[in-house]
């Protein structure tokens, strides 16, 4: 994540699709962004463009047939790993360190 965003989140969530592509554009569903203007557009820009990069994933029949079924809530985390961000129903990924 871009320097200067220490401590900012952003979460999101999308549909995916049988095929494992994203189904629409990922709604920001929070934020809490660090740094001055500049360093907050790069970090949801970088947040958006991992999103594009990950998707499409690969997925079985099976699976892809159980993605359409519920949206996935997916947060970007430039803090230290903890485990309090696990207690609800967000993926977190936690920015390298």
């Given at each position: ?53 990950c ?25 230290a790993?903890?485990?309090?961000y ?12």
């Open positions: 994540m871009p320097d200067g965003t220490e401590g900012s989140t952003i979460a999101f969530r999308f549909g995916l699709s049988k095929t494992g592509a994203l189904r629409g554009k990922p709604l920001v569903t929070a934020r809490r962004l660090e740094g001055n203007e500049a360093n907050r557009q790069a970090y949801e820009r970088a947040a958006l463009e991992a999103l594009d990069r998707f499409p994933i690969r997925v079985t029949p099976s699976f892809g047939a159980a993605l359409g079924e519920s949206p996935v809530r997916l947060r970007f985390v430039n803090t790993p903890t485990p309090a696990q207690l609800n129903s967000n993926i977190t990924i936690f920015a390298p360190r």
